[in-house]
Structures are given as C-alpha cells and as structure tokens.
T-cell receptor, first 112, second 112 residues
C-alpha cells in the first residue's frame, strides 16, 4: 500500500488561498489520488480526484506532478466553514483487489 | 436520491461481545467499503465488498467480517470485542470498485 504523509496542521486567514501537499513516494501505476474533507463526528466528504496533471472543480484544484510522488490540494479563498481535517487518499485496483490508504490528515484552521 | 446511511449512530458494548453495524449504500452503487477511524486518526481500510463478494481487505484480523446483500446494503460484524475496537466505523459506497467513494455519517462504537 502506498504510504502518504501530510502536514499535521495549517492555519490560514479568511480569503486566502490554501495549498495542502500530500507525499506518496511509492504510489503504484494504477493508483489514483482523492482528497476528502472531514468535520468532527461526520463522515469524510469528497472534494476532488485525479490521476495526473491538474484537475479543477467548483471547490478546489488538484495538482499532480509528472512523477506522481506528491499531490497538492488548492482551496481558493477559504472561509471559516472550511475549517476541517483534509485527507489525501491513494488507492487503486490491483490484482483483483481494491487497495486504499488514507493519509494522516491535515487540520486546517481558518482564522477571521 | 438518498446518500449513504448507517445504523445505529451510537453503540456501547462490553469487551468480548459481538456487534453488527449496518450500511445502506447510495442508490445505484454496487460497491461498499468499511473503515475504522480511531479518535484523532485517519480512517483505516477494513475491507471492500463488490457485488456481494469481498474485493479487498486491510490489515484487520478475521474477527472483523462482513456481508453484502443483493440490494448492495452491507453489514460489518466484529466478534470478541476489544477495548481498542472503540472507534468511528465508516461505510462508503461507490458506483464501482475504483470509482469515487461516498461516505456515510458513521457509527460510533464504545467498548467498555
């Protein structure tokens, strides 16, 4: 399973762009990268998913370099409601089985 | 369209007992994954079921077992409960084995 590493915590002021990086040095060829947001005592909520290069949706962007050994979640203009834990998930379908690994999570605190 | 639901929301058991947790997947989803999330930690993959068959398993002992039914709902069974089994148990469903997973709210289990 691909091991992932994220910063434990980050602080940001409201209205700023936040970038959270996840390292996954031993990512497998068919692994994809997914980011989730989690509030206390709730299930993780899907943010964005990608395989390579850049993916953008209405809430975030995901940057994946050519070697795929890391990925960066970019949240534009954060608000107080974005205070949560953000998880990087690396997983794929290999040999008939689904293998997934959650990262350690980054606790984002948005400051007024 | 209803999302992923789980029952019960909270549960208290004593060491050595057995527990069954239930999950109803999102409409049209044929794959269910279960995760254990200890307090302050990221979710850990337990196993995944695809069309009623186990499709992948994390590093959990055999006393963690599961079932998926023809309607794609699922159960997680844990035998011989230990104190360390106290955690939030999350269920996630997806359209297929490698598609985006959508999480339920979780079941909080406390083992005394």
């Amino acid at each position: 399973l691909a091991k992932t590493t994220q910063p434990i915590s980050m602080d940001s002021y409201e209205g700023q762009e936040v970038n959270i990086t996840c390292s996954h040095n031993n990512i497998a060829t068919n692994d994809y990268i997914t980011w989730y947001q989690q509030f206390p005592s709730q299930g993780p909520r899907f943010i964005i998913q990608g395989y390579k290069t850049k993916v953008t949706n209405e809430v975030a962007s995901l940057f994946i370099p050519a070697d795929r050994k890391s990925s960066t979640l970019s949240l534009p203009r954060v608000s107080l409601s974005d205070t949560a834990v953000y998880y990087c998930l690396v997983g794929g379908f290999s040999g008939g089985y689904q293998k997934v690994t959650f990262g350690t999570g980054t606790k984002l605190q948005v400051i007024p | 369209e209803t999302g992923v639901t789980q029952s019960p929301t909270h549960l208290i058991k004593t060491r050595g007992q057995q527990v069954t947790l239930r999950c109803s997947s999102q409409s049209g989803h044929n794959t269910v994954s279960w995760y254990q999330q200890a307090l302050g930690q990221g979710p850990q993959f337990i196993f995944q079921y695809y069309r009623e068959e186990e499709n992948g398993r994390g590093n959990f002992p055999p006393r963690f077992s599961g079932l998926q039914f023809p309607n794609y709902s699922s159960e997680l069974n844990v035998n011989a409960l230990e104190l360390d089994d106290s955690a939030l148990y999350l269920c996630a469903s997806s359209l297929d084995r490698v598609e985006t997973q959508y999480f339920g709210p979780g079941t909080r289990l406390l083992v005394l």
